[in-house]
Protein backbone atom coordinates (compact mmCIF):
# COMPACT_ATOMS: atom_id res chain seq x y z
CA UNK A 1 0.00 0.00 0.00
CA UNK A 2 1.23 3.42 -0.82
CA UNK A 3 2.45 5.97 2.11
CA UNK A 4 -0.22 7.97 3.04
CA UNK A 5 0.02 11.95 3.61
CA UNK A 6 -1.04 13.56 6.51
CA UNK A 7 -3.05 16.87 6.03
CA UNK A 8 -4.57 19.13 7.88
CA UNK A 9 -8.12 19.58 8.16
CA UNK A 10 -8.08 23.43 7.44
CA UNK A 11 -5.78 22.40 4.55
CA UNK A 12 -8.33 20.20 3.14
CA UNK A 13 -11.16 22.58 3.76
CA UNK A 14 -9.65 25.41 1.64
CA UNK A 15 -8.46 23.60 -0.89
CA UNK A 16 -12.10 21.72 -1.21
CA UNK A 17 -13.97 25.30 -1.27
CA UNK A 18 -11.56 26.70 -3.76
CA UNK A 19 -11.92 24.51 -5.88
CA UNK A 20 -16.07 23.80 -5.33
CA UNK A 21 -15.95 28.19 -6.04
CA UNK A 22 -13.84 27.74 -9.03
CA UNK A 23 -16.19 25.58 -10.76
CA UNK A 24 -18.81 28.17 -10.16
CA UNK A 25 -20.22 27.12 -6.53
CA UNK A 26 -21.24 30.37 -4.45
CA UNK A 27 -19.06 30.84 -1.68
CA UNK A 28 -21.43 29.67 1.08
CA UNK A 29 -22.68 26.68 -0.44
CA UNK A 30 -18.87 25.70 -1.42
CA UNK A 31 -17.75 26.28 1.81
CA UNK A 32 -20.63 24.11 3.05
CA UNK A 33 -19.44 21.13 1.17
CA UNK A 34 -16.12 21.37 1.50
CA UNK A 35 -16.94 21.18 5.79
CA UNK A 36 -19.07 18.51 5.48
CA UNK A 37 -16.54 16.55 3.17
CA UNK A 38 -13.75 17.06 5.75
CA UNK A 39 -15.72 16.25 8.39
CA UNK A 40 -16.05 13.03 7.30
CA UNK A 41 -12.61 12.58 6.35
CA UNK A 42 -11.75 13.78 10.53
CA UNK A 43 -14.92 11.10 11.39
CA UNK A 44 -12.62 8.32 9.83
CA UNK A 45 -14.98 8.05 6.55
CA UNK A 46 -12.60 8.76 4.24
CA UNK A 47 -15.21 7.39 1.49
CA UNK A 48 -17.39 10.28 1.60
CA UNK A 49 -14.53 13.03 2.62
CA UNK A 50 -12.35 14.73 -0.06
CA UNK A 51 -12.10 11.86 -2.34
CA UNK A 52 -14.99 12.61 -3.99
CA UNK A 53 -13.94 16.08 -5.38
CA UNK A 54 -12.90 15.36 -8.48
CA UNK A 55 -16.18 12.71 -9.09
CA UNK A 56 -18.30 15.92 -7.93
CA UNK A 57 -16.33 18.82 -10.28
CA UNK A 58 -17.09 16.27 -13.25
CA UNK A 59 -20.68 16.16 -12.02
CA UNK A 60 -20.74 19.69 -12.47
CA UNK A 61 -18.92 20.30 -15.51
CA UNK A 62 -21.53 17.54 -16.91
CA UNK A 63 -24.62 19.19 -15.65
CA UNK A 64 -25.76 16.34 -13.09
CA UNK A 65 -24.89 18.85 -10.34
CA UNK A 66 -25.94 22.71 -10.52
CA UNK A 67 -22.96 24.56 -8.44
CA UNK A 68 -25.64 26.89 -7.38
CA UNK A 69 -28.61 25.25 -6.96
CA UNK A 70 -31.07 26.02 -3.95
CA UNK A 71 -33.05 23.70 -2.12
CA UNK A 72 -36.54 25.48 -1.89
CA UNK A 73 -39.61 24.10 -0.41
CA UNK A 74 -42.16 22.85 -3.12
CA UNK A 75 -45.35 21.36 -0.36
CA UNK A 76 -45.48 21.86 3.11
CA UNK A 77 -48.11 21.52 6.11
CA UNK A 78 -47.85 20.83 10.19
CA UNK A 79 -45.38 18.44 10.61
CA UNK A 80 -44.44 17.57 6.92
CA UNK A 81 -42.90 19.16 3.72
CA UNK A 82 -41.26 18.47 0.13
CA UNK A 83 -38.15 19.83 -0.59
CA UNK A 84 -37.00 20.33 -3.93
CA UNK A 85 -32.62 20.03 -4.14
CA UNK A 86 -33.11 21.61 -7.25
CA UNK A 87 -30.30 19.54 -8.69
CA UNK A 88 -27.85 21.35 -6.64
CA UNK A 89 -25.73 19.89 -4.02
CA UNK A 90 -27.09 17.23 -1.73
CA UNK A 91 -25.55 18.24 1.43
CA UNK A 92 -27.01 21.76 0.67
CA UNK A 93 -30.47 20.17 0.48
CA UNK A 94 -30.10 17.48 3.24
CA UNK A 95 -29.04 20.41 5.71
CA UNK A 96 -31.62 22.67 4.52
CA UNK A 97 -34.23 19.81 5.36
CA UNK A 98 -33.12 18.72 8.08
CA UNK A 99 -33.47 22.32 9.46
CA UNK A 100 -37.08 22.74 8.40
CA UNK A 101 -37.54 19.36 9.86
CA UNK A 102 -36.28 20.57 13.34
CA UNK A 103 -38.46 23.30 12.78
CA UNK A 104 -41.57 21.73 12.52
CA UNK A 105 -40.34 18.92 15.15
CA UNK A 106 -39.96 22.02 17.46
CA UNK A 107 -43.44 23.21 16.82
CA UNK A 108 -45.74 19.85 16.19
CA UNK A 109 -43.51 17.53 18.24
CA UNK A 110 -42.38 15.51 14.66
CA UNK A 111 -40.93 16.59 11.45
CA UNK A 112 -40.72 14.93 8.42
CA UNK A 113 -39.13 16.29 5.12
CA UNK A 114 -38.50 14.38 1.75
CA UNK A 115 -36.03 15.83 -1.03
CA UNK A 116 -36.60 15.26 -4.21
CA UNK A 117 -33.94 16.05 -7.17
CA UNK A 118 -31.19 15.78 -4.71
CA UNK A 119 -27.39 14.36 -5.53
CA UNK A 120 -25.33 12.72 -3.42
CA UNK A 121 -25.83 14.12 0.60
CA UNK A 122 -22.05 12.69 1.58
CA UNK A 123 -22.25 10.64 5.45
CA UNK A 124 -25.57 10.58 6.83
CA UNK A 125 -23.93 10.83 10.30
CA UNK A 126 -23.93 14.48 9.77
CA UNK A 127 -27.04 15.01 9.68
CA UNK A 128 -27.98 13.22 13.07
CA UNK A 129 -24.96 14.71 14.67
CA UNK A 130 -26.23 17.99 14.01
CA UNK A 131 -29.78 17.18 15.01
CA UNK A 132 -28.48 15.70 18.33
CA UNK A 133 -26.49 18.88 19.09
CA UNK A 134 -29.65 20.93 18.70
CA UNK A 135 -31.39 18.31 20.95
CA UNK A 136 -33.51 16.49 18.68
CA UNK A 137 -33.59 12.49 17.24
CA UNK A 138 -33.32 12.10 13.89
CA UNK A 139 -33.86 9.67 11.55
CA UNK A 140 -31.92 10.25 7.77
CA UNK A 141 -32.15 8.03 4.91
CA UNK A 142 -31.25 7.87 1.24
CA UNK A 143 -32.31 5.17 -1.20
CA UNK A 144 -32.77 4.36 -4.57
CA UNK A 145 -34.04 0.83 -6.80
CA UNK A 146 -34.37 -0.17 -10.07
CA UNK A 147 -33.91 -2.62 -12.76
CA UNK A 148 -29.37 -2.79 -13.09
CA UNK A 149 -29.45 0.32 -11.36
CA UNK A 150 -27.33 0.54 -8.15
CA UNK A 151 -24.42 -1.08 -6.71
CA UNK A 152 -26.82 -4.24 -5.10
CA UNK A 153 -28.59 -6.83 -5.67
CA UNK A 154 -31.13 -7.78 -3.45
CA UNK A 155 -31.05 -10.80 -1.08
CA UNK A 156 -31.56 -13.89 -3.23
CA UNK A 157 -30.92 -11.96 -6.29
CA UNK A 158 -28.17 -11.96 -9.25
CA UNK A 159 -28.52 -8.64 -10.83
CA UNK A 160 -28.07 -5.21 -9.71
CA UNK A 161 -31.36 -3.05 -8.26
CA UNK A 162 -30.40 -1.01 -5.10
CA UNK A 163 -28.20 1.64 -3.96
CA UNK A 164 -26.26 1.43 -1.13
CA UNK A 165 -29.20 2.88 0.61
CA UNK A 166 -27.88 4.24 4.27
CA UNK A 167 -29.69 5.24 7.11
CA UNK A 168 -28.46 6.99 10.29
CA UNK A 169 -30.47 7.62 13.62
CA UNK A 170 -29.37 10.21 16.09
CA UNK A 171 -30.28 9.72 19.83
CA UNK A 172 -29.20 12.39 22.06
CA UNK A 173 -28.56 12.55 25.88
CA UNK A 174 -27.10 15.31 27.94
CA UNK A 175 -23.88 14.30 27.91
CA UNK A 176 -24.17 10.66 25.82
CA UNK A 177 -25.76 10.12 22.55
CA UNK A 178 -25.92 7.45 20.08
CA UNK A 179 -25.55 7.88 16.15
CA UNK A 180 -25.97 4.99 14.19
CA UNK A 181 -24.90 5.38 10.62
CA UNK A 182 -24.34 2.67 7.60
CA UNK A 183 -25.10 1.97 4.31
CA UNK A 184 -27.29 -1.03 4.58
CA UNK A 185 -24.89 -2.97 2.25
CA UNK A 186 -22.09 -4.74 3.73
CA UNK A 187 -19.21 -2.25 2.53
CA UNK A 188 -20.37 1.38 1.42
CA UNK A 189 -19.51 1.80 -2.25
CA UNK A 190 -17.05 4.71 -1.25
CA UNK A 191 -14.82 2.20 0.58
CA UNK A 192 -14.68 0.27 -2.49
CA UNK A 193 -13.31 3.44 -4.15
CA UNK A 194 -10.92 4.04 -1.22
CA UNK A 195 -9.84 0.50 -1.11
CA UNK A 196 -8.83 0.82 -4.77
CA UNK A 197 -6.96 3.96 -4.71
CA UNK A 198 -5.02 2.34 -1.52
CA UNK A 199 -4.39 -0.79 -3.72
CA UNK A 200 -5.75 -3.12 -0.95
CA UNK A 201 -7.83 -5.76 -0.66
CA UNK A 202 -11.78 -5.74 0.66
CA UNK A 203 -13.24 -8.14 3.29
CA UNK A 204 -14.13 -10.98 2.31
CA UNK A 205 -18.25 -11.64 1.81
CA UNK A 206 -18.27 -7.90 0.56
CA UNK A 207 -18.82 -8.56 -3.25
CA UNK A 208 -19.41 -10.91 -5.64
CA UNK A 209 -17.91 -10.54 -9.25
CA UNK A 210 -20.32 -9.88 -12.06
CA UNK A 211 -20.62 -13.78 -12.13
CA UNK A 212 -21.87 -13.85 -8.61
CA UNK A 213 -18.76 -15.48 -7.51
CA UNK A 214 -17.26 -14.12 -4.18
CA UNK A 215 -14.27 -11.53 -4.67
CA UNK A 216 -12.14 -9.51 -2.38
CA UNK A 217 -10.62 -6.97 -5.09
CA UNK A 218 -12.08 -4.08 -5.75
CA UNK A 219 -11.66 -3.95 -9.79
CA UNK A 220 -14.01 -7.25 -9.79
CA UNK A 221 -16.88 -4.51 -8.71
CA UNK A 222 -16.07 -1.91 -10.83
CA UNK A 223 -16.17 -4.85 -13.93
CA UNK A 224 -19.76 -5.42 -12.99
CA UNK A 225 -20.07 -7.18 -9.88
CA UNK A 226 -22.33 -6.30 -7.00
CA UNK A 227 -22.34 -5.19 -3.13
CA UNK A 228 -24.05 -7.51 -0.86
CA UNK A 229 -27.11 -6.51 1.46
CA UNK A 230 -25.35 -6.70 5.03
CA UNK A 231 -27.26 -9.23 7.24
CA UNK A 232 -29.04 -11.24 3.98
CA UNK A 233 -32.31 -10.86 3.88
CA UNK A 234 -32.52 -7.91 7.16
CA UNK A 235 -30.03 -5.61 5.47
CA UNK A 236 -32.07 -6.32 2.24
CA UNK A 237 -35.54 -5.09 3.82
CA UNK A 238 -33.82 -2.24 5.81
CA UNK A 239 -32.36 -0.91 2.00
CA UNK A 240 -35.89 -1.89 0.83
CA UNK A 241 -37.21 1.30 3.19
CA UNK A 242 -35.04 3.72 2.44
CA UNK A 243 -36.11 2.75 -1.44
CA UNK A 244 -39.51 2.99 -0.87
CA UNK A 245 -39.51 5.87 1.74
CA UNK A 246 -37.12 8.07 -0.90
CA UNK A 247 -38.97 7.21 -3.90
CA UNK A 248 -42.64 6.85 -2.79
CA UNK A 249 -42.80 10.48 -0.38
CA UNK A 250 -41.24 12.34 -3.36
CA UNK A 251 -43.49 10.86 -5.83
CA UNK A 252 -44.28 13.72 -8.85
CA UNK A 253 -46.17 10.77 -10.54
CA UNK A 254 -46.52 6.96 -10.18
CA UNK A 255 -42.62 5.74 -10.84
CA UNK A 256 -42.96 3.58 -13.94
CA UNK A 257 -40.69 0.37 -14.35
CA UNK A 258 -40.13 -0.08 -10.67
CA UNK A 259 -37.72 2.82 -10.60
CA UNK A 260 -37.02 5.88 -7.86
CA UNK A 261 -35.35 6.75 -5.08
CA UNK A 262 -34.79 10.29 -2.45
CA UNK A 263 -34.26 11.11 0.39
CA UNK A 264 -36.34 11.19 3.54
CA UNK A 265 -35.31 13.03 7.00
CA UNK A 266 -37.13 12.67 9.56
CA UNK A 267 -36.74 14.99 13.16
CA UNK A 268 -38.39 14.01 16.56
CA UNK A 269 -38.96 16.94 19.98
CA UNK A 270 -37.85 14.49 22.86
CA UNK A 271 -39.29 17.28 24.82
CA UNK A 272 -42.96 16.63 23.14
CA UNK A 273 -43.04 12.99 24.71
CA UNK A 274 -41.12 13.07 28.40
CA UNK A 275 -39.74 15.87 30.55
CA UNK A 276 -36.82 17.42 29.12
CA UNK A 277 -34.53 16.16 32.59
CA UNK A 278 -36.42 12.56 32.86
CA UNK A 279 -35.40 12.24 29.18
CA UNK A 280 -31.78 13.16 28.75
CA UNK A 281 -31.22 11.53 31.95
CA UNK A 282 -33.19 8.16 30.74
CA UNK A 283 -30.92 8.58 27.45
CA UNK A 284 -27.87 8.66 29.38
CA UNK A 285 -28.50 6.21 32.06
CA UNK A 286 -29.50 3.64 29.17
CA UNK A 287 -26.13 4.57 27.28
CA UNK A 288 -23.32 4.60 30.27
CA UNK A 289 -25.51 1.23 31.42
CA UNK A 290 -24.68 -0.45 27.77
CA UNK A 291 -20.86 1.12 27.88
CA UNK A 292 -20.72 -1.16 31.14
CA UNK A 293 -20.98 -4.31 29.53
CA UNK A 294 -17.97 -6.09 29.97
CA UNK A 295 -15.61 -6.32 26.91
CA UNK A 296 -15.58 -9.59 25.06
CA UNK A 297 -12.64 -11.14 24.10
CA UNK A 298 -10.67 -9.26 21.01
CA UNK A 299 -12.43 -5.99 22.62
CA UNK A 300 -11.16 -3.35 24.62
CA UNK A 301 -14.37 -1.65 25.42
CA UNK A 302 -18.08 -1.59 24.17
CA UNK A 303 -18.46 1.90 22.36
CA UNK A 304 -21.70 3.79 21.69
CA UNK A 305 -22.63 4.14 18.03
CA UNK A 306 -20.84 7.20 17.02
CA UNK A 307 -17.85 6.58 19.63
CA UNK A 308 -15.68 5.29 16.93
CA UNK A 309 -16.67 8.64 14.95
CA UNK A 310 -15.98 11.07 17.66
CA UNK A 311 -11.97 9.39 18.63
CA UNK A 312 -11.62 9.55 15.16
CA UNK A 313 -12.28 13.44 15.02
CA UNK A 314 -10.66 13.74 18.05
CA UNK A 315 -7.30 12.09 17.08
CA UNK A 316 -7.28 13.56 13.33
CA UNK A 317 -7.59 17.11 14.31
CA UNK A 318 -3.84 16.87 15.84
CA UNK A 319 -2.12 14.36 13.43
CA UNK A 320 -4.04 15.64 9.88
CA UNK A 321 -6.38 13.46 7.91
CA UNK A 322 -4.82 10.50 6.36
CA UNK A 323 -5.37 10.86 2.42
CA UNK A 324 -3.91 8.22 0.04
CA UNK A 325 -1.12 9.40 -2.93
CA UNK A 326 -3.81 8.32 -5.43
CA UNK A 327 -6.45 10.75 -4.27
CA UNK A 328 -4.32 13.77 -3.07
CA UNK A 329 -3.47 13.73 -7.31
CA UNK A 330 -6.85 13.18 -8.61
CA UNK A 331 -7.64 16.51 -6.53
CA UNK A 332 -5.08 18.18 -8.04
CA UNK A 333 -5.80 17.53 -11.47
CA UNK A 334 -9.41 18.53 -10.93
CA UNK A 335 -8.10 21.86 -9.00
CA UNK A 336 -4.99 22.29 -12.31
CA UNK A 337 -8.29 22.28 -14.86
CA UNK A 338 -9.64 24.76 -13.07
CA UNK A 339 -6.76 27.26 -12.23
CA UNK A 340 -6.55 26.87 -8.43
CA UNK A 341 -3.33 26.79 -6.93
CA UNK A 342 -2.86 23.46 -4.65
CA UNK A 343 -1.18 24.03 -1.56
CA UNK A 344 2.85 22.97 -1.02
CA UNK A 345 2.34 20.30 1.46
N1 LIG B 1 -24.72 9.27 0.61
C1 LIG B 1 -24.69 8.01 0.24
O1 LIG B 1 -25.17 7.67 -0.83
C2 LIG B 1 -24.08 6.97 1.09
C3 LIG B 1 -24.18 5.64 0.72
C4 LIG B 1 -23.62 4.69 1.53
C5 LIG B 1 -22.95 5.05 2.70
N2 LIG B 1 -22.85 6.36 3.03
C6 LIG B 1 -22.10 6.76 4.22
O2 LIG B 1 -20.93 6.00 4.31
C7 LIG B 1 -20.50 5.96 5.64
C8 LIG B 1 -19.94 4.61 5.95
O3 LIG B 1 -20.95 3.61 5.87
P1 LIG B 1 -20.61 2.12 6.29
O4 LIG B 1 -21.77 1.29 5.97
O5 LIG B 1 -19.28 1.77 5.73
O6 LIG B 1 -20.48 2.32 7.88
P2 LIG B 1 -19.65 1.43 8.92
O7 LIG B 1 -19.74 -0.01 8.58
O8 LIG B 1 -18.31 2.04 9.11
O9 LIG B 1 -20.51 1.62 10.26
C9 LIG B 1 -20.57 2.87 10.86
C10 LIG B 1 -21.54 2.83 12.02
O10 LIG B 1 -21.19 1.78 12.92
C11 LIG B 1 -20.82 2.35 14.18
N3 LIG B 1 -19.70 1.57 14.73
C12 LIG B 1 -18.58 1.19 14.09
N4 LIG B 1 -17.77 0.50 14.92
C13 LIG B 1 -18.42 0.44 16.10
C14 LIG B 1 -18.11 -0.16 17.36
N5 LIG B 1 -16.96 -0.80 17.57
N6 LIG B 1 -18.99 -0.03 18.35
C15 LIG B 1 -20.14 0.65 18.17
N7 LIG B 1 -20.50 1.22 17.01
C16 LIG B 1 -19.64 1.11 15.99
C17 LIG B 1 -20.42 3.77 13.85
O11 LIG B 1 -20.45 4.61 14.98
C18 LIG B 1 -21.46 4.12 12.81
O12 LIG B 1 -22.70 4.39 13.39
C19 LIG B 1 -21.71 6.38 6.47
O13 LIG B 1 -21.41 7.65 6.98
C20 LIG B 1 -22.84 6.46 5.47
O14 LIG B 1 -23.79 7.50 5.73
C21 LIG B 1 -23.41 7.33 2.27
Same mark, same amino acid.
Given at each position: MADM?????????? &??TRV? %? *??????????? /? #??????????????????RIPAYVSQIKAGRIVAD????? &?????? %? *??????????? /? #???????????????????GVSIRHCNHIGRLGDYSEEAADRGYIAFVSYGSAGPTSGHSAPFGGAQR????NPISFGIPGKEKRAVVDFAT???????????????????????????????????????GGMILPFGGH????????????????????????????????????PRAFADEDAYTSTIDNLASAVEAVPAAPGFSKVLLPGGPEANSRAER?????????????????????????????
Open positions: LAIKAETLED &VAF %A *AAGTPEDLAAH /V #ARHLVKANLSGHDSHGVIGRPII &VKEQAG %A *AVVDGQRGFGQ /V #AASFALDVAIRKAGETGIGHFGTTVVAEGKIQVARAKHAELPPGSIVDKEGKPSTNPEDFYAKGYGLSLVAAFLGAGLTAESAATEGRGGGVFVMAINRQSGVPVAPDTWDAIAKAAQELGVEMPKL
